[in-house]
């Protein structure tokens, strides 16, 4: 049976511990390895190591550090079937997802090939007699990546290329549910030239993550995972003195307005909610047309749409989703479908009893379509996290904009609209932080950054694009003047601008 361990100064490194998680098959529902859990030593050897790593890479020039960045790309560009297989297999989003996924991470990978000019720092010349003010940007140290099982290669690439391009070295803790795209990711960047220790990986669960939060060489956590998880990370990383970003859950809404093309709205519901089985956190949960009229005519479009979700095997080029990541969260989704009926939604399409024959004991589940669902609701409060649509119904604008406003979640948010009015009063005034105009996953290009507002994220600053940049470097402004320019004699007063 295939074993995870860890990745330490270029090469497998076997955990000193005997805890092990399983790792699923979800087509089949079987065991198909386990997963080494570190201890806190295993996290503070992979920690020493990368800050021994550190002051080497550090000095390497920024354009050499690019060279591995598109080296990097081209491995990844080679490897993409073995990538998207192994993600397919242990994460159980079907081949296509996987490769957009691989593409997206790509994508962080070219921006980060444009390195030198990213860490370009401002220089202003003779802002007093003979004095020159420039600043720059200089990696933190060690930083460490803790990251959730839905995206197992983008989101690590959200972090390790971006702080690795900036000359830190980098911890990955992944999910334990999908350890094996992370270590293939590490090897390869190996193989494209970054030297040893620059990128460890190590496996575990909460252990692992309490050794990296409170340990002193790590100078900043970039997290994404659940909300409750998050807030914890955030909290013990900042009191222990670290700079932390942290990425949340989220219940993302669409919001469908009168003179939509409800075509194209149906399109891209049945894309956004059941696409990857709705384990997106970009994933739209929640539909809100406008008025009664386009709430009707919604629901008629897109029930037999859910109907004929076709459901298969991660490996079945056929299916448009594949089996979700565990049968505890399966049987949580599950669970919520039944809260909903019980709270009085009208449950439109029930995909729970979907079983794939000589597949008995996969994780799957059909799309479900509820309707009549009401802000009180605790489908509509919590994420759910799987293939599950609520329809919302409002009679005005307002009421639509108030909604995904006053939700505990603000992550993305869509308006699918032909009224620019519209589009711009709701881009301006809705308090969500990414926002789409008849985009259904306004996930934002690789050059822009992601991230969500209140319980979606926690920390001021969001991932990739210029905002990476910042949250992995630290400004350092240089105040020079040169003997020629220096006065005689002692100047006791606050120096001013003379
Ligand atoms: P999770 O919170 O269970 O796990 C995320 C990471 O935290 C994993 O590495 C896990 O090992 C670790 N972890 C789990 N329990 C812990 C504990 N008690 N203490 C310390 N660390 C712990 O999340 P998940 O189920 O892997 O991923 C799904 C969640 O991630 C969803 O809520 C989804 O919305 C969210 N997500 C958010 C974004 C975003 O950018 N906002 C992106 C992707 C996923």
């Given at each position: 049976m295939r074993e995870v361990h860890h990745y330490v100064s270029g090469a497998t490194s076997r955990g000193r511990t005997t805890r092990f998680a399983d790792v699923y098959n979800p087509n089949t529902g079987e065991v198909s390895g386990r997963v080494n859990l570190a201890g806190r030593d295993d996290v503070i050897a992979a920690i020493e190591d990368a800050a021994r790593a550190f002051p080497a890479w550090a000095d390497t020039p920024p354009p050499r550090r690019a060279h591995v960045m598109f080296r990097f790309r081209e491995l990844i560009r080679a490897n993409l079937d073995e990538l998207a297989h192994m993600l397919a297999s242990e994460h159980g989003k079907v081949i296509a997802d996987a490769k957009g996924e691989l593409?997206?991470?790509?994508?962080?990978?070219?921006?980060?090939?444009?390195?030198?000019?990213?860490?370009?720092?401002?220089?202003?010349?003779?802002?007093?007699?003979?004095?020159?003010?420039?600043?720059?940007?200089?990696?933190?140290?060690?930083?460490?990546?803790?990251?959730?099982?839905?995206?197992?290669?983008?989101?690590?690439?959200?972090?390790?290329v971006i702080a690795i391009a900036c000359g830190n070295t980098f911890v990955l803790k992944p999910s334990e549910k999908d350890p094996s795209?992370?270590?293939?990711?590490?090897?390869?960047?190996?193989?494209?030239?970054?030297?040893?220790?620059?990128?460890?990986?190590?496996?575990g669960d909460k252990e692992a993550v309490d050794a990296i939060l409170t340990h002193p060489l790590v100078q900043a956590v970039s997290f994404v995972g659940s909300t409750?998880?998050?807030?914890?990370?955030?909290?013990?990383?900042?009191?222990?003195?670290?700079?932390?970003?942290?990425?949340?859950?989220?219940?993302?809404?669409?919001?469908?307005?009168?003179?939509?093309?409800?075509?194209?709205?149906?399109?891209?519901?049945?894309?956004?909610?059941?696409?990857?089985?709705?384990?997106?956190?970009?994933?739209?949960?929640?539909?809100?047309?406008?008025g009664a009229e386009t709430a009707d005519a919604l629901r008629e479009r897109l029930t037999p749409r859910v109907q004929a979700l076709r459901v298969g095997l991660s490996t079945s080029s056929d299916a448009d989703f594949g089996p979700m990541i565990s049968r505890a969260h399966l049987e949580k989704v599950k669970g919520y479908v039944e809260r909903g009926i019980q709270e009085g939604a009208e449950l439109v399409v029930d995909g729970r009893k979907l079983q794939i024959p000589s597949y008995e004991d996969g994780f799957f589940m059909g799309g479900c379509l509820f309707d009549r669902v009401t802000a009180k609701m605790r489908i509509y409060q919590e994420e759910i996290f799987g293939p599950v649509l609520s329809i919302v119904r409002v009679d005005n604008f307002d009421a639509a904009l108030k909604l995904?406003?006053?939700?505990?979640?603000?992550?993305?948010?869509?308006?699918?609209?032909?009224?620019?009015?519209?589009?711009?009063?709701?881009?301006?005034?809705?308090?969500?932080?990414?926002?789409?105009?008849?985009?259904?996953?306004?996930?934002?290009?690789?050059?822009?950054?992601?991230?969500?507002?209140?319980?979606?994220?926690?920390?001021?600053?969001?991932?990739?694009?210029?905002?990476?940049?910042?949250?992995?470097?630290?400004?350092?402004?240089?105040?020079?003047?040169?003997?020629?320019?220096?006065?005689?004699?002692?100047?006791?007063?606050?120096?001013?601008l003379k």
């Open positions: 593409q997206r991470g790509l994508d962080l990978v070219e921006f980060a090939c444009g390195i030198p000019h990213l860490l370009k720092g401002e220089y202003s010349e003779n802002v007093a007699a003979a004095l020159d003010v420039y600043s720059m940007r200089q990696p933190l140290g060690v930083v460490a990546g803790i990251t959730p099982f839905n995206f197992p290669a983008m989101v690590p690439m959200w972090m390790f795209v992370p270590q293939r990711l590490a090897e390869l960047m190996l193989e494209a030239g970054l030297p040893k220790g620059v990128f460890n990986v190590v496996n409750d998880i998050a807030r914890y990370v955030y909290s013990v990383g900042s009191a222990h003195g670290k700079r932390v970003q942290a990425m949340g859950g989220a219940k993302n809404h669409m919001i469908i307005m009168p003179d939509a093309d409800l075509d194209q709205v149906a399109d891209a519901l049945i894309g956004a909610g059941y696409g990857s089985a709705g384990e997106r956190c970009m994933a739209i949960s929640v539909a809100v047309p406008v995904p406003s006053e939700h505990a979640y603000g992550n993305g948010v869509s308006i699918f609209t032909r009224d620019g009015d519209t589009a711009r009063e709701f881009t301006r005034r809705v308090n969500v932080g990414m926002v789409g105009v008849n985009v259904p996953i306004p996930v934002p290009v690789a050059f822009h950054s992601f991230g969500g507002w209140k319980n979606s994220a926690f920390g001021d600053t969001n991932q990739h694009g210029a905002e990476g940049v910042r949250f992995f470097t630290k400004v350092k402004t240089v105040t020079a003047r040169w003997p020629t320019g220096i006065r005689k004699g002692a100047d006791f007063f606050m120096p001013t």
